[in-house]
């Protein structure tokens, strides 16, 4: 069965850091964009990082505005994992951290996601 098992979410204090991680399995996801949406109450769900493949053992990573130079994102275990480290984090950035797979995240939509985690809880507070 392909899916996407995701970990790491929890609380945090305003500035601090966490490290969400996602585990494909069922096929090699080696070529296929890997990345992270966040959806938070009352809103709509919103892209924040994607790690496309470049060739070989390289990937290019793509970030919203509102994370960029916060957070970084890379992929592991043959491609099949991805990473998405949260530095200086603030009280906006709590919400439902979706692990998502497919094609065109490096646009910034999800409209060629064709594989969903279940969402992992991230809340940042004082």
């Known amino acids: 069965q392909v899916q996407l098992a995701e970990s790491g979410g929890g609380f945090v204090e305003t500035g601090g850091s966490l490290r969400l991680s996602c585990t494909a399995s069922?096929?090699?996801?080696?070529?296929?964009?890997m990345g992270w949406f966040r959806q938070s109450p009352g809103k709509e769900r919103v892209f924040v990082a994607g790690?496309?493949?470049?060739?070989?053992?390289?990937?290019?990573?793509f970030y919203a505005d509102f994370v960029k130079g916060r957070f970084n994102i890379y992929r592991s275990n043959g491609g099949n994992s991805v990473h998405l480290q949260m530095n200086s984090l603030e009280s906006e950035d709590s919400a439902v951290y979706y692990c998502?797979?497919?094609?065109?995240?490096?646009?910034?939509?999800?409209?060629?996601?064709?594989?969903w985690g279940q969402g992992t809880q991230v809340t940042v507070d004082s």
């Open positions: 069922g096929r090699s996801f080696r070529e296929t964009d």
């Open positions: 790690a496309k493949w470049s060739g070989g053992r390289k990937y290019n990573a």
């Open positions: 998502a797979a497919g094609k065109d995240l490096d646009t910034g939509s999800d409209a060629g996601i064709t594989l």
